[in-house]
């Protein structure tokens, strides 16, 4: 089997993976791209994106990430349609397997392969996803102004959702399965003294309801058997994220929440000549401008290895 000869793989196609892929491009570097199982990331579930930057009318997620690749590729990246199903970092260059059947080596490695929200698990909140049901209160929340929303969790990053939400929406409503937050003390004081935020202890998410237009309202049930229905208008996930780590776990250092540690104000990890960029190191922002500045920094640092000045 011949092996295909590469100077920078970047695995991943969100605003991390196609910036480093522009920037790369640009430095004549011939990046080659895979897209991976959901090309252009978790974006392409979003609706709307009115926050970032050089969008004065906003634009959908799916739009944008289009924009990104179109640029990537008139700049010369190539991009291709496959997953990265193994890697090896054990030796230089790297090995890589693509759909189990194409081997790559290659010189630097950029993983760009984000992270993905937990949710519940319940088809209605699959069905609803970018009609009113969302992972990110920061991404989201300007649409749901003077309206009732629902935020799931307990922890730090629900109440922090609740807290952003409740400067914009009517009334917040926290859906917390426990009889307790796990948050820490100075995010419960918070929420408790926030007059729309109002805390629903032992009730669990049974099914979100909606129509063609979206989410209207939420059924919940609480420990004893009763049932309640809110009327709302957003539901918000907050019970964390998973970062798509298990491909390369076995030669990266992760921290302790599984995000790939890099050496700080760098995107370079303990493997010298493989980079992270975007959510899959990134455990406090998520943000795609924040994900796409690591693309910048994770194709810099590349550019200097490969140039052996980094």
Known sequence: MTIEKVRVLIIGS??????????????????????????????TTTTDIENFPGYPSGV??????????????????????????????????FRIVVDDVHEISADSVIVATGASAKYLG?????????????ACATCDGFFYRKKDVAVVGGGDTACEEASYLA????????????????????????????????ILFEYNTTEVLGNDD?????????????????PIDGFFLAIGH?????????YITLDSEGYIATVPGTSKTNVEG?????????????????????????????????????
């Open 214 to 230: 979206g989410v209207t309202g939420v059924l919940i049930t609480k420990t004893d058997g009763t049932t309640r229905r809110l």
């Open 14 to 43: 969100g605003p991390a993976g196609y910036t480093a892929a522009i920037y790369l491009s640009r430095a004549n570097l011939a990046p080659v791209l895979y897209q991976g199982i959901e090309p252009g990331g978790q974006l």
């Open 274 to 310: 493989v980079f992270a960029a975007g959510d899959v190191k990134d455990p406090h922002y998520r943000q795609a401008i924040t994900a796409a500045g690591s693309g910048c920094i994770a194709a810099i640092d590349c550019e200097r290895y490969l140039l052996g000045i980094g």
């Open 167 to 198: 400067t914009l929406c009517r009334k917040v409503y926290m859906i917390v399965r426990k009889d307790h937050l796990r948050a820490s003390q100075a995010m419960q004081d918070r929420v408790r003294k926030t007059p729309n935020i109002e």
């Open 122 to 134: 319940l088809e209605s909140e699959y069905r609803f996803r970018g009609m009113g049901v969302s």
């Open 60 to 93: 959908s997620g799916t739009q944008m990430m289009e924009d990104l690749r179109m640029q990537a590729e008139r700049l010369g990246t190539d991009i291709r349609l496959g997953i990265v199903s193994k890697v090896d970092f054990a030796s230089r260059p």
């Open 242 to 250: 998973r970062p798509n780590t298990e491909l390369v776990k076995d």
